[in-house]
Nanobody, 125 residues
Framework: QVQLVESGGGLVQAGGSLRLSCAAS????????MAWFRQAPGKEREFVAA????????YYGDHVKGRFTISRDNAKNTVYLQMNSLIPEDTVVYYC??????????????????WGQGTQVTVSS
């Protein structure tokens, strides 16, 4: 069984950057697609970005295109989300998730079978 642990969240000023990490333990995630979602209080979870098992294909939600970059290091069993040009609307909890296939292109949260506990990102104006 795999466990996912996010880190790297925190407080940053608008226009700043943060890099989130999602470390997997228990079993390797190198053969699975991975993704980041985010959720604000009282709202549905929102797709942020996804990456295929090899890192060769990436997908982004419209609201983060050009600002966020998803990447992975399979040797370290870790997935990253580099967030640049942050805006106050990015203030939410970010979750990483594992897709049960290599593709990992889906933006639908119900397709992901393993989730981390989340990390809070707060962007001040």
């Amino acid at each position: 069984q795999v466990q996912l642990v996010e880190s790297g969240g925190g407080l940053v000023q608008a226009g700043g950057s943060l890099r989130l990490s999602c470390a997997a333990s228990g079993r390797p995630v190198s053969i699975y697609g991975m993704a980041w979602f985010r959720q604000a209080p009282g709202k549905e979870r929102e797709f942020v970005a996804a990456i295929s098992w090899s890192g060769g294909s990436t997908y982004y939600g419209d609201h983060v295109k050009g600002r966020f970059t998803i990447s992975r290091d399979n040797a370290k069993n870790t997935v990253y989300l580099q967030m640049n040009s942050l805006i106050p609307e990015d203030t939410v909890v970010y979750y990483c998730a594992r897709h049960p296939t290599k593709d990992g292109s889906s933006s639908h949260e119900y397709e992901y079978d393993t989730w981390g506990q989340g990390t809070q990102v707060t962007v001040s104006s």
